[in-house]
């Protein structure tokens, strides 16, 4: 069987389109990088998915913790401090047995239990707490001197906020929420080893590549396959963000304008 053979075999096999069976034995090289690169369907659907619905509840979030009324504020801190406070693995490990438990007295949480929509939930509500905080920390940060030339032009409410508040606010987040968007698809690595099962063996690419390094006793050639397709994904991602973050600083003199720096999160 050539390389080409294998591709169209195993490359979509993670979302059920080609061979259903595993390789078993003699595997090749082109065999791991085709099944780990089609394991990165699922971390990049749920990364896209989470941070794109994400994004907008996590700024509705951050409003919450800015308003003044009690009402707004404790369920927005409250909600942010205990996705923040837990480990994303227990969330996910707790929220596939209660899915369960629920799913025993309402069908209607049937797909709940599926990683496709329960981890993704998870990763929803996740990344949506820390990217709240960020944008929290951005609105608390911004200058009084944009305030205060606001209220000289007569901007109030809305208008202010539309034209002053939150245009500044993202840009002064953004370089904080690439390094959370990044930190995000690489979590999304832990999806099939918290409790949410891998159908007929279609997980991500970590699950294809912890499979080749059990069958193999070798670890040094799937994981460093891994390694990569996700340094290719950070590329992707900081080349995306850092377009949106030149967009955001338009205005700004070429030699003012904040460069984006990927800083690894070392303790979350």
Known sequence: MSCWDTVADYGLRAIGIGLRGLPKTDFTLCQQVTLIGSGMIWNVYFGAI???????FAVSLALGQFSDRWWLRLPADWFVFIFRGSPLFIQLFFAYFL?????????????????????????????????????????LSIPKGDIEAADAYGLTGWSRFRRVIWPTSLRLAWPAYTNEAIFLFHATTLVFFSGFPAWQQRGDALYYASYF????????????????????????????FGLVNARLNRHLPSQARPKLRYRPQVIR
């Open 99 to 139: 899915f369960l438990g629920l799913k025993k007295h309402y069908g209607f949480f049937d797909p709940f239990t599926a990683a496709w929509l329960g981890a993704l939930i998870v990763l929803f509500c996740n990344t949506a707490a820390y990217s709240a905080a960020i944008f929290h920390g951005a609105l």
């Open 50 to 56: 989470s941070l794109f619905f994400g994004f907008f």
């Open 213 to 240: 390094a059990d069958k193999t006793f070798n670890p040094f050639i799937a994981y460093p396959i891994l390694a990569f397709y996700f340094i290719l994904l950070t590329l992707v991602i900081i080349g995306i």
